[in-house]
């Protein structure tokens, strides 16, 4: 009998698990465009790759890249996406398996992020100054390597998101009805301020509550657990290493560092810039999404103009 009542049970929570799941992804709808721009697609390996422009294209190209989280999509440059076109072609995709991009259940990788990376840069830019962001950062320096680009700017780059790789956690979140409840839970709208204001912001009052449902509702569109399913059992992170990654370019590279950031802190910029001998730009009053927080120093930064303002330029010499 109570062996009975258990598997009823169990049947019972998988059920309404598979209700609520079915409830959420109606909810969250039809996902809007992250950016203010001309949309199109890339077609990459059977995927097709949103990306939105803007600018003249007969401007310098300028590539944004964005971070990588269970929400993530090029909805991040928002606060200077229209700024930086003013002076460049800007052009930001969503990563495989995120925002508008299609989203296969595919095992997500840091070599694939990695390829897509160069074969974007490669085949929709030209000499472009390249912005990335977070673990992003890595796939970027990576890729960096066979591309032709004027510079590189990465955010708060990181390639140690998740000590180990976990195939169990990987495979459970990527489970039909248990995984997506998973899901659903880690891009709940608590989850997503709690992280946020655990490591994201500075000050947690710079995210309106407009961002906040854009990231619920991206994080439930149809196949959004799959790449968040590498990322969080820690197989999105790239065997490289950065430092040695970045010393290994001859274009100009630039650290953008939130001086509050603790995930990777300051400590690791100014370790990374040292060994790498690259400049390293802090900005005050920030954590992991400086260009969110503070995007007019970000701009200063990204259009060479930081030596000009010292309050916002951090120095190893």
Not at 162 to 181: D, I, K
Not at 213 to 232: D, N
Request: hydrophobic share 40%; charged share 25%; net charge negative.
């Amino acid at each position: 009998m109570k062996l009975r009542t258990l598997v009823g049970a169990t049947f019972g929570a998988v059920g309404a698990a598979a209700v609520t799941n079915r409830a959420l992804g109606r909810r969250a709808g039809e996902l809007g465009p992250p950016l203010r721009g001309r949309s199109d697609t890339y077609r990459w390996r059977g995927f097709d790759v949103a990306y939105t422009e803007a600018g003249d294209p007969d401007d310098p190209d300028l590539v944004l890249l964005h971070g990588i989280n269970a929400a993530a999509t090029s909805h991040e440059w928002r606060e200077v996406f229209e700024e930086l076109a003013e002076d460049y072609h800007v052009i930001a995709p969503d990563l495989p398996g995120f925002g508008l991009s299609d989203r296969p259940p595919l095992t997500y990788s840091a070599s694939l992020y990695t390829t897509f990376v160069r074969d974007f840069v490669t085949d929709m830019s030209e000499d472009a100054v390249v912005v990335a962001s977070s673990l992003t950062g890595a796939y970027a320096a990576d890729a960096a390597r066979d591309l032709d680009i004027s510079r590189l700017v990465l955010i708060c780059p990181t390639a140690d998101t998740v000590p180990g790789r976990r195939v169990w956690l990987r495979s459970l979140v990527r489970a039909p009805v248990v995984g997506q409840a998973i899901y659903n839970a880690i891009g709940s709208e608590r989850s997503i301020r709690y992280f946020h204001d655990d490591h994201g912001y500075y000050d947690v009052s710079n995210l309106d509550d407009e961002t906040v449902e854009y990231e619920w509702q991206t994080a439930h569109q149809p196949g959004a657990r799959f790449a968040p399913a590498s990322f969080v059992s820690g197989h999105l992170d790239p065997d490289i290493d950065l430092s040695e990654a970045l010393g290994d370019l001859d274009v100009p590279v630039t650290l953008v560092w939130g001086r509050e950031s603790d995930m990777p802190p300051l400590s690791d910029g100014r370790a990374l810039a040292t060994v790498a001998d690259v400049e390293l730009v802090s900005i005050g009053e920030s954590a992991l999404l400086p260009h969110v927080e503070h995007p007019t120093e970000f701009l200063r930064v990204v259009r060479g103009e930081a030596t000009e303002h010292p309050e916002i330029t951090e120095s190893d010499e």
